[in-house]
């Protein structure tokens, strides 16, 4: 079973920077394709990154081209969203998801809160 726990989320100033960390368990790590999604209030989950099974190819969404990356430590079963250049519009609950194919559904963990304000 496709276990993620997110960590990281904070409050913190527009243009600083934070580093999320997803802590993956319960299946092949490398096998699977890995995402993060965010969900501001009132809106619907976006996908803003994932990176394909081992990491062949990165998709960052418009919103947060060249502000957020995504790697992964295969030691650690980790994934890392490091965003820069924060915005108010960042602010949301992010959520590290994984996907065997393509296609297929996205497992989601529960979470982490990060708000963007002064």
């Known amino acids: 079973e496709v276990q993620l726990v997110e960590s990281g989320g904070a409050l913190?100033?527009?243009?600083?920077s934070l580093r999320?960390?997803?802590?993956?368990?319960?299946?092949?790590?490398?096998?699977?394709?890995?995402g993060w999604f965010r969900q501001a209030p009132g809106k619907e989950r976006e996908e803003i990154l994932c990176t394909s099974r081992r990491d062949r190819d990165t998709y960052p969404g418009d919103s947060v081209?060249?502000?957020?990356?995504?790697s992964r430590d295969k030691t650690m079963k980790?994934?890392?969203?490091q965003m820069?250049?924060?915005?108010?519009e960042d602010t949301a609950v992010y959520?590290?998801?994984?996907r065997l194919a393509a296609l297929a559904?996205?497992?989601?963990g529960q979470g982490t809160?990060?708000?963007v304000s002064s």
Not at 20 to 34: K, M, V
Not at 65 to 70: E, M, Y
Not at 78 to 81: A, N, Q, W
Not at 105 to 108: H, M, Q, V
């Open 20 to 34: 999320l960390s997803c802590l993956a368990s319960g299946f092949t790590f490398d096998d699977y394709a890995i």
């Open 78 to 81: 980790k994934v890392y969203l």
């Open 12 to 16: 913190v100033q527009p243009g600083g």
């Open 84 to 88: 820069n250049s924060l915005k108010p």
């Open 105 to 108: 559904p996205w497992s989601y």
């Open 95 to 98: 959520y590290c998801a994984a």
């Open 113 to 115: 809160q990060v708000t």
């Open 65 to 70: 081209k060249g502000r957020f990356a995504i």
